[in-house]
């Protein structure tokens, strides 16, 4: 390694992570042409429904059985941030609060102290392909913000910011870039804290680009490029190949090079919490009593119960994208 680039992994489904982020992957999906459920018009023999992760013909089910996706599944002790590039994503969850989003825009949602949600992907095109194409990131709660209330908060695609530079955009979903700053994540979120200096940046460059990345605003700040497209990435006087995930310093800044044929750079930032973690599946907590208790808690309450006719409920055929939050507020993204 370099004093540029601390440490370099390999990026597979499920990217590596480091404190304060808990997990990451990219999904990325080529789906046919939609029939009438809102569901891949294409037979499904052969799949293993309910477990789909392999990937036949580029596209998966996941969690799905008729529509792509996770249904009802909790959480418990940290937050999910989903940015959506291409698609859209149905959202409903245990506090009656409903969503519909994609295209650029993200969801950040506190789980708190327990919340059961869904993920759906409806496809909604029933003459063309429906690729969809978004990153889920798992971001850790400190142990006093464990058990706050749920709560989720989007970002509406006009309202992220990009900041651009000469065959470069940088979208930034979270932490300020130069003057541009993204619309606040949840009141409870480590990101709201302006000394954990969280940033998520997704940069895009063109053939030969080169950008410099800015120091961080902390000398304790972790960050991690993730190259999950393009063939190479120079980072100062190290170059590194495709679907690579590198450490890299913060505390100066970093001249960005693509190789010829272009570069997608994930960036995730913060300074790390530094609490033990104790983690079974969609719990995260401090100690394995922790965990006990949470899996005692959901068997006894279901964190709320489960408002929706169907565990993978969908919002209906109409493209516009929008949430209806549990105190009743109605969203809806204009553009």
Known sequence: MSDDVIQTFPIGFQWQTIDPFLFCVHHLDDYPAANDLLGPNAP????????????????RMYHGRVVPGFPQHPHRGFETVTYVRQGLIDHA???????????????????GGGIQHAEMFPLLDQTRPNPVELFQIWLNLPAVDKMVDPYFTMLWDRHIPRVTAPGVTVTVVAGGLGDERPPPPPPNSWASRAEADVAIWHVVMEPGASWTLPRSEGDETVRVLYLFDGDELTIGDTTVGARTGSAV???????????????????????????????????????????????????????????????DPTHGREPRRFARHADGEFEEATA
């Open 249 to 311: 310093e913060g505390r100066r800044s970093l001249e960005l090079s693509a190789g010829a044929n272009g570069a997608e750079v994930l960036m995730l930032q913060g300074r790390p919490i530094g609490e033990p973690v104790a983690q079974y599946g969609p719990f995260v907590m401090n100690t394995e009593d922790e965990i006990r208790q949470a899996m005692t808690d959901y068997r006894a309450t279901e964190f709320g119960g489960w408002p929706w006719d169907t565990a």
């Open 44 to 59: 499904l023999v052969g799949r293993d429904l309910g477990q789909d992760f392999a990937g036949v013909d580029g596209w």
């Open 93 to 111: 969850d245990s506090m009656g609060a409903a969503a519909r989003y994609g295209r650029g825009d993200v969801q950040w949602l506190t789980a």
